[in-house]
């Protein structure tokens, strides 16, 4: 033993080297077990080692015995456990392929799954909006239904109520503004808005409309916001011109003197009531226009009015001066010049005297009259001499007619134009003008008038000498010595006295006319 153990020690091999082949000696080293019986091993004796490969024979034969009965008693359990472990490890080489494809659509599954949250919290949103929505469904309709509350009230005329739903939706506005329906709500609103002011604009230009209509329809459209104060005033007064506009065309067409008449009583009419309603709904205005004083403030106010006072006065003379082109009535023309001197003094008090501009109108009508006049005596008096041409049968007539009393009436024709008619009938017609149109004679017409009547008498004159040349030339010497006579009566007596007669229209003593010069141009007859 002693030899075996000295042997033992100085060999340098180990114990799993001499027992095991070298390539077997590796495995031992790592084996837990191996390692356990070699350690177990060591501590025989002698008689246990020489016994135990006996042993390990005997172990090994009872082992394989088992394995037998172990391997018989389960073997469909082998066989299965076989296809088992062989179907799991096809599933695991296929899970294996699939796997590199399962990872490449992982970042893709994980954007959907965080789309999917994404998509479940806005629905969540929506959800809740829809419940709050549902709990507040009849606020909601009541809110939907303002425009057509507001249609509903102004086409009813309820102006009041109309404008409350207008104020309650530019509060929302104000405090919920961001809502689109909000804002559809309000657009809607603005819409039906201008739809009132149409309304509004038809109140103010109704024939039928009185200070009380006037005074709420100018409340609303300040209300409205819509227009400023000079905005407010413009729109009034352009609103009543267009009221006014619609009544006088209602009158009766035509440029006689009812006409005329009834335009302007009607214009003078509709001016004074659309002021006294301005300075009724506008009083500040009234006080500026009292008071004169550029200075004070919202003279604005009475610079407008006193500019529309002027355009209505424009449109007032234009429409005036369209009228009087077939006038040919002098005591129709004082009527009409009367009256619209009295608009033009009405007018006075707005700053807007317009009488100043009537004048010139009033002498072109009252020249024309004139000339118009003249000119017709012009044609009487050629007609006439043609008709009268036999003077003989009224020579004498004057001796048989009592002489007037000049000291009564120092304007009364001379007696002897009843032997001569021709003249006679001249110094009617020019009379009847001077009749015609003496309560309408304007001195400012003097140099035109004596003008055109120096004209005229020259033009009668001329007919004279015409009518002496033409029938007297061949007649006989008493024809031609009453025509003589009928000359020298025109010139002593009839020219003198239409001059005198010329001269009293125009209040003046002295002759506007050269009466000389007149008569020696019938010296030659």
């Known amino acids: 033993m002693a030899r075996i153990g000295q042997e033992t020690h100085d060999d340098p091999r180990t114990l799993e080297q001499l027992l095991f082949p070298s390539d077997k000696c590796q495995e ?4 837990v077990l191996a390692q356990e019986y070699l350690s177990e091993l060591t501590s025989y004796g002698l008689q ?10 005997k172990e090994k034969q009872s082992l394989d015995r088992e394995m037998q009965d172990l391997s018989w008693t389960n073997y469909r359990t082998f066989i299965d456990s076989s296809k088992c472990t062989q179907f799991i ?22 954007v959907t799954c965080q789309n999917t949250a994404n998509v479940s919290q806005k629905l ?39 404008l409350e739903l207008h104020q309650f939706s530019r509060k929302m506005v104000e ?41 709420q329809v100018i409340n609303y459209l300040s209300r409205l916001d819509v227009y400023s104060d000079y905005e407010l005033r413009m729109l009034f007064l352009r609103s009543r011109e267009e009221q006014m506009e619609y009544t006088l065309s209602l009158l009766p067409p035509g440029n006689n003197f009812l006409s005329i008449s009834k335009m302007i009583d009607t214009t003078r009419a509709e001016v004074q009531d659309i002021l006294n309603h301005y300075f009724s709904l506008f009083p500040e205005d009234f006080d500026q226009e009292s008071s004169s004083d550029p200075s004070k ?17 424009n449109k007032f003379i234009d429409r005036l001066r369209l009228s009087l082109r077939d006038i040919q009535d002098g005591t129709f023309l004082a009527n009409i010049s009367s009256s619209s001197m009295f608009f033009g003094k009405v007018m006075a008090r707005f700053g807007c005297d317009f009488r100043g501009k009537l004048v010139p109108i009033f002498e072109n009508v009252l020249v024309r ?5 003249l000119d017709n005596a012009d044609k009487g008096f050629v007609q006439n001499l043609r008709k009268f041409h036999d003077l003989s049968a009224h020579a004498g007539l004057s001796a048989y007619t009592p002489q007037a009393d000049e000291g009564k009436d120092a304007l009364s024709a001379p007696i002897i134009l009843l032997d001569y008619p021709p003249i006679a009938l001249l110094t009617n017609a020019v009379l009847s003008t001077f009749n015609d149109l003496r309560t309408c004679w304007l001195y400012s017409i003097q140099d035109s008038a004596t003008k055109h009547f120096q004209k005229f008498l ?9 009518y002496k040349e033409q029938h007297i030339s061949g007649k006989k010497p008493e024809d031609k010595e009453l025509f003589s006579k009928m000359c020298i009566a025109f010139s002593e007596e009839v020219i003198p006295y239409l001059v005198k007669c010329f001269n009293r229209i125009f209040s003046t003593s002295k002759n506007l006319l050269n009466v000389a010069e007149l008569q020696l141009s019938l010296c030659t007859l």
């Open 28 to 31: 031992l080293v790592n084996n």
């Open 48 to 57: 246990q080692i020489l016994a135990e490969p006996q042993r390990v024979l």
């Open 89 to 110: 490890k096809e599933q695991v080489s296929e899970l294996c392929t699939i796997t590199p494809t399962v990872q490449g659509h992982l970042d893709e599954l994980s």
């Open 124 to 162: 969540l949103a929506k959800r809740k909006e829809n419940n709050i929505t549902l709990q507040h469904h009849t606020t909601i309709l009541e809110f939907l239904e303002i425009p057509q509350m507001m249609y509903t009230c102004i086409k009813n005329q309820c102006y009041e109520e109309a």
């Open 175 to 215: 405090e919920h503004g961001h809502i689109p329906a909000i804002k559809l709500i309000a657009k809607e609103v603005e819409t039906i808005k201008q739809s009132m002011i149409k309304h509004l604009h038809s109140q103010l230009i109704a024939t039928n409309t009185t200070l009380s209509d006037a005074f």
């Open 297 to 313: 403030p919202n003279n604005g106010g009475s610079i407008l009015i006193a500019t529309w006072g002027w355009h209505i006065s």
């Open 369 to 373: 009259l004139f000339c118009s006049s």
């Open 458 to 466: 020259k033009q009668a004159i001329l007919r004279l000498f015409e």
